[in-house]
């Protein structure tokens, strides 16, 4: 399979617990970037990875939240202390780098109770 | 700063009659506009993109959209509904930063009746 694949699917846990979600791009994609979306909206930006330095944040990105690509290969992404309006689909993505394409994972959908 | 508006959340047609999805953008320099659609539980599937060249793009499926720079829009269109078109659409900005992130409009569901 040479797409974007994201792990787990689905999550549910508890409010105050900590989350952490896997994305392993396209192995000669250089660029990786993690989207939020909420129901009934568009994705918004989270933050963007070139290899393996994070050039870019979103100001939605709390203190709670980090992400990592250690290799510049899988990326994480970490909640801490989850809250209510943590829920959403949390959508990867990846690109070449003279290549305008972007290819997006499935998502991991956050269930938080 | 780049921004895209949908201006319809829900449409409605009927299998076989044509599909029109509106999009305005906003943007400080010469846009690339993408169309992705979304399948309930399955990944953003790119439709279309524009890149300064040919204004009317054709994409998969049979959709193609006209960018318009006097009407600031990028439409999209399909003359004849299928049920399988049933899914949500994005009109799509790319960012001109290093980074070169998506900006996404709010989305349009597309309904198709029998």
């Known amino acids: 399979d040479t797409g974007v694949s994201q792990d787990p699917r689905h999550k549910i846990t508890k409010r105050g617990q900590n989350v952490t979600f896997r994305c392993d791009p396209i192995s000669e994609h250089n660029r990786l970037y993690w989207y939020r979306q909420t129901l009934g909206q568009g994705p918004e930006f989270l933050t963007y990875?070139?290899?393996?330095?994070?050039?870019?944040k979103s100001r939605l990105l709390s203190d709670r939240f980090s992400a990592e690509r250690p290799k510049g290969s899988f990326s994480t992404l970490e909640i801490q202390r989850t809250e209510q309006g943590d829920s959403a689909m949390y959508l990867c993505?990846?690109?070449?780098?003279?290549?305008?394409?972007?290819?997006f994972g499935s998502g991991t959908r956050l269930t938080v109770v | 700063a780049q921004s895209v508006t949908q201006l319809d959340s829900h449409v409605s047609v009927s299998e076989g009659t044509p599909v029109l999805l509106r999009c305005n953008y906003s943007?400080?320099?010469?846009?690339?506009l993408f169309w992705y659609v979304q399948h309930p539980n399955k990944g953003l599937q790119l439709l279309l993109k524009y890149t300064s060249a040919a204004t009317l793009v054709k994409g998969i499926n049979g959709f193609e959209a006209e960018f318009k720079k006097s009407e600031t829009s990028f439409h999209l269109t399909k003359p004849s509904a299928h049920m399988s078109d049933a899914a949500e659409y994005f009109c799509v900005v790319r960012g001109q930063n290093a980074g070169n992130m998506l900006t996404f409009g709010g989305g349009t569901r597309l309904m198709v009746k029998p």
């Open positions: 990875f070139q290899n393996e330095a994070q050039l870019e």
């Open positions: 993505a990846s690109r070449g780098g003279l290549d305008y394409g972007y290819t």
């Open positions: 943007s400080s320099y010469s846009p690339s």
